[in-house]
């Protein structure tokens, strides 16, 4: 292979690579201010790049368009300064970097930029290459976590506190009186005091100090007792005593005691004592705040994590499986009946994960709401726990009382890959437990390959999806619509194509649920509108007798959108009317928010659009809307016509389409590929089609002929 090729193959080879990484590549020569992008994917930082040759002017604009947070602006400045970064690279660096936050899509986000010379790089050849990624989310969790630890550190260790506990007054007193001088102090005179003080103020002590012979409860059976709680046990205890003989000592360790004190305390060894337990309370306190979840007394997400590799590893040729659980609409629980209400539906799930079932399991809490545990796939282990967590959730809903009514759903990964990490094992046990958690009485799904294909398909969607509106990667394509007696071509419907350069003809039912979830729809929908009225516009400047283009409103569009944002300022872009467009409200955008969709459509309609009801018939029918919503024209759906030809199915149709009629309203019927079904809606009345029989929908060149034809 030549040397030039090779040179090639390999440069596309390293973008693949990273192009996952690093949204922008530029190639910037310090010494004379020119720049040569290699790529980006983001429009605003693409538009800069175009309208300018000269990377001190380009890095100058990025400032003053407002792409940089006002407090990020100066560090900014100065980091991408040529004659900052010449003198830093001159001085040896190999590497510099910096984050800050940049502004993209109405928010800022946290991006790096990191910079290393080129392979070239010379004192007369200053040639850098400058990379820039977002890690808003990686960022996010760090300051998440930064802020938790610092919360925690004030709130568990913050305050010394010692919890003094002695039947004798004196020897109470005398201790908090020198105490006092470098600690906070509590007195309590017996076990049980300070077992009832600790139920509501465990995290407020740091050591305890305790005498063993005491009335009511002494030393012995308060460490008995105080072991038993997770939180408390985590306190050291040092023992007062006066006869520490091996027999006593021993006893104290094994009850849980720390260290001893003898009496008369000297007080410097008390305070060396008292120091170093405190400071073994600190570490203890720090490491099971990154270790365990203080409300649900499960491990975090991050040691759960790191045991569950650990338990992989150990036992590498056997099958395990990963559950994850969600809590369902913990957020509206929440909000209804109180957070502590929330809180105590977690701990009660959290606890009837009985890990000991299992010798070798792990279970931890992944978010608020999604708890997630290995379990060994032998023996049907997830199939018991399943069948356990129903049980207690009967039990639950019997005994407990006062505690408002959840729903708990699993996402199962059965027969975990060894050789992926366990977070995304988790990530595959999520996508199967997403796929059902909108599905009323599904409670458990499993992950398999059509589940992972469909969400690296989405997740491919999603990164696209804004290029492909700045690209004009999104095509209009025309169905007609005729007059089902006559055959006279009486209109069309604008529908949404995905050309992707490098992916090829997208599917509509593939991309545009994923943009109904997210609300990009109103962005696709706002580019179908504007390239419907300029094709209708061109059609007129040819000459070209045109026809009404049905264009679809969704839900989305009635919220991100004011009445004089939607339709009217495009009619007066392209000098057209609004008899020109006709609009197809869904019945699911209606279910929505019915009142404010009924007056919205209501006022587009008395503003001369006319107005049709798209699938009609398939699920969300509301007869209601008919009395309430101005609608020209009912379209149904096609699996009316779909359906086996018998006289039931016939009646039905006759009666909705006769429904209509009654009340002044036009029936389009979609789906009609055969004579025998234009035939068939014929006979029941209906006025227009359309379908395969007379065109499939057709790009706009195409689309040209046919209105030519039928002119």
């Not at 007193?173 to 005091?193: A, D, M, P, R, S």
């Not at 720390?258 to 405190?278: G, H, T, W, Y």
């Not at 024209?633 to 039931?648: A, T």
């Not at 389009?668 to 395969?692: A, K, M």
């Amino acid at each position: 292979m030549p040397v030039k090729e090779l040179y090639h193959k390999d440069i596309d080879d390293v973008l693949r690579l990273v192009k996952n990484i690093y949204h922008t590549i530029v190639y910037v020569n310090l010494t004379d201010s020119s720049f040569r992008c290699i790529q980006s994917n983001q429009a605003d930082i693409q538009k800069l790049l175009d309208n300018s040759a000269d990377y001190e002017k380009m890095a100058a604009r990025a400032v003053e368009a407002g792409m940089v947070y006002a407090e990020d602006v100066q560090d900014f400045a100065d980091f991408v300064d040529r004659e900052n970064l010449r003198q830093s690279l001159g001085s040896g660096k190999e590497y510099l970097s910096i984050t800050y936050r940049r502004a993209k899509g109405g928010r800022y986000r946290w991006e790096m930029i990191e910079i290393i010379p080129s392979g070239d790089y010379r004192p007369d050849n200053q040639v850098i290459l400058f990379c820039a990624r977002d890690i808003d989310e990686e960022h996010q969790r760090e300051l998440d976590k930064e802020a938790k630890l610092s919360m925690k550190e004030r709130q568990l260790v913050g305050d010394k506190t010692v919890l003094v506990v002695d039947d004798s007054e004196l020897q109470r007193t005398t201790l908090c009186y020198f105490l006092e001088q470098h600690y906070k102090t509590v007195e309590k005179e017996n076990g049980f005091e300070a077992l009832e003080y600790l139920k509501n103020h465990s995290t407020d002590i740091s050591v305890i100090l305790m005498d063993l012979n005491m009335p009511v409860m002494n030393g012995y059976d308060f460490l008995r007792e105080f072991q038993k709680d997770e939180i408390m046990r985590m306190i050291p205890v040092l023992v007062l005593t006066s006869d520490n003989t091996p027999e006593e000592e021993a006893g104290c360790l094994k009850a849980g005691a720390m260290d001893f004190v003898a009496k008369p305390f000297n007080p410097e060894v008390l305070l060396s004592r008292l120091q170093r337990a405190i400071a073994l309370h600190e570490k203890t306190v720090m490491l099971n705040v990154l270790r365990m979840d203080n409300l649900t007394n499960c491990y975090t997400r991050d040691y759960f994590l790191h045991l569950a590799e650990q338990l992989l590893a150990r036992y590498p040729d056997e099958e395990f499986d990963l559950v994850c659980t969600h809590v369902v609409n913990l957020p509206n629980i929440n909000e209804r009946y109180g957070a502590k209400q929330g809180e105590a539906i977690l701990r009660y799930v959290a606890q009837n994960h009985d890990q000991n079932e299992w010798e070798r399991s792990v279970y931890g809490r992944l978010d608020d709401a999604t708890f997630a545990q290995l379990l060994p796939h032998s023996a049907g282990s997830y199939q018991k726990l399943l069948k356990q967590q129903s049980d207690d959730l009967h039990e639950y809903k019997q005994v407990k009382e006062g505690l408002p009514p959840f729903v708990q759903k699993y996402g199962i990964y059965e027969s975990v890959d060894h050789s992926i990490p366990v977070s995304v094992m988790c990530d595959r046990a999520m996508m199967a437990l997403h796929k059902i958690i909108h599905t009323y009485n599904k409670l458990v799904n499993l992950y398999d390959d059509n589940i992972r294909m469909y969400a690296l398909k989405t997740q491919r969607i999603l990164e696209n999806m804004e290029e492909a509106i700045n690209q004009r990667q999104f095509k209009v394509w025309y169905q007609p619509k005729h007059n089902i007696f006559t055959g006279e071509l009486i209109g069309a419907e604008a529908l949404v194509r995905w050309i992707h350069p490098r992916y090829g003809f997208m599917s509509p039912g593939d991309f545009i649920p994923i943009f109904e979830d997210n609300g990009f729809v109103a962005h696709v929908d706002r580019y179908v509108w504007d390239e419907a009225c300029a094709a209708i516009r061109r059609w007129r400047d040819m000459g070209l007798k045109t026809v009404p283009v049905s264009v679809n409103i969704s839900r989305k569009d009635f919220l991100y959108f004011h009445d004089k944002d939607m339709l009217k300022p495009l009619l007066e872009k392209y000098g057209l009317e609004p008899s020109d467009l006709h609009v197809e409200v869904t019945e699911s955008a209606y279910m929505d928010n019915p009142d404010m969709v009924i007056r919205k459509v209501n006022e587009m309609h008395r503003d001369g659009f006319v107005v049709e009801l798209d699938d009609f018939g398939t699920g969300y029918s509301s007869l209601s809307m008919f009395g309430h919503m101005d609608i020209d024209v009912v379209k149904l759906d096609m699996s009316f016509i779909r359906q086996e030809q018998n006289e039931q199915n016939d009646k039905m149709i006759r009666y909705i389409i006769d429904m209509c009629k009654n009340m002044g309203l036009s029936v389009l019927s979609e789906g009609v590929e055969t004579e025998e079904q234009r035939q068939r809606l014929i006979r029941l009345g209906c006025d227009y089609v359309q379908g395969y029989y007379y065109s499939k929908p057709l790009p706009e060149a195409d689309f040209i002929d046919y209105l030519q034809k039928r002119s």
